[in-house]
């Protein structure tokens, strides 16, 4: 358990997600708590792709609910629509040299825009978003650079981006997401602006998740693109609908 405590602490950290801050002088403050997930991979000390191990995997979580301006920012992530998603399908069972394929962007919240970057790109007022962590994880975070005279009676750490729980999150990772596609030559259509197009390629977007049709080469393309901004993400492929 604290390896895994220590792993989800290291990914924050990595994505520079928070930085040092007083207690004293901290306003919005939120606790926040551990989620334990128990999962099965693949091991990797095995020569058998198929032999699977079981992880343990801690979620560090903001308790949302504490957020003094919770129900005073803008919170709206779009999502497609279901028609979107038939409409996709439907794309690909017309197009016999097309495939469907789906990728999953993994701590998609840890990688949003910034408190900053929000603030800049919507002309919204920045926010300001402390937390504590859960107890016991003080001895951990002092293992990192910057963080060796960490005292929980008197730090606490500043939100730099709108952590997993705010209520911000989904969308700090939207907006950021759509630039991204955008730059890709994708045009969300009048019907639904998270159903996007571009020759030999559609796309349906689900938050972190994304469903794509078209050609395997303008997909490749596509998450490489992603991957560039977001880091290596969970892909998978499948054959036309038509040869189904």
């Given at each position: 358990m604290s390896l895994a405590t220590a792993k989800?602490?290291?990914?924050w950290f990595e994505n520079k997600c928070f930085e040092k801050a007083f207690l004293k002088d901290a306003r919005n403050l939120m606790t926040s708590r551990y989620v334990v997930k128990w999962k099965f991979v693949k091991d990797p000390s095995s020569h058998d792709s198929s032999e699977m191990t079981k992880i343990i995997r801690m979620r560090l979580v903001l308790?949302?609910?504490m957020d003094t301006e919770a129900y005073s920012i803008e919170t709206f992530a779009g999502t497609a629509r279901r028609t979107s998603q038939r409409i996709l399908a439907s794309e690909a069972a017309c197009h016999p040299d097309?495939?469907?394929c789906s990728i999953d962007v993994d701590k998609a919240f840890l990688n949003g825009y910034t408190h900053k970057e929000l603030a800049e790109k919507t002309g919204e007022p920045e926010r300001h978003v402390y937390f504590t962590l859960p107890p016991g994880s003080a001895a951990i975070i002092r293992q990192f650079k910057g963080?060796?005279?960490y005292d929980e009676a008197k730090h606490c750490l500043k939100c730099l981006k709108?952590?997993?729980?705010?209520?911000?999150a989904p969308r700090a990772f939207s907006l950021k997401l759509a630039e991204v596609t955008r730059s890709f030559g994708l045009v969300g259509t009048s019907f639904d602006p998270e159903f996007e197009m571009a020759d030999g390629l559609r796309t349906a977007k689900h938050v972190d998740d994304v469903n794509l049709t078209g050609l395997e080469t303008r997909i490749d393309a596509y998450i490489k693109v992603v991957e560039k901004t977001f880091g290596q993400v969970k892909v998978n492929k499948h054959?036309?609908?038509i040869h189904i």
């Open positions: 989800e602490l290291e990914i308790r949302g609910f097309w495939i469907i963080y060796e005279d709108p952590g997993t729980g705010t209520k911000e054959l036309s609908l």
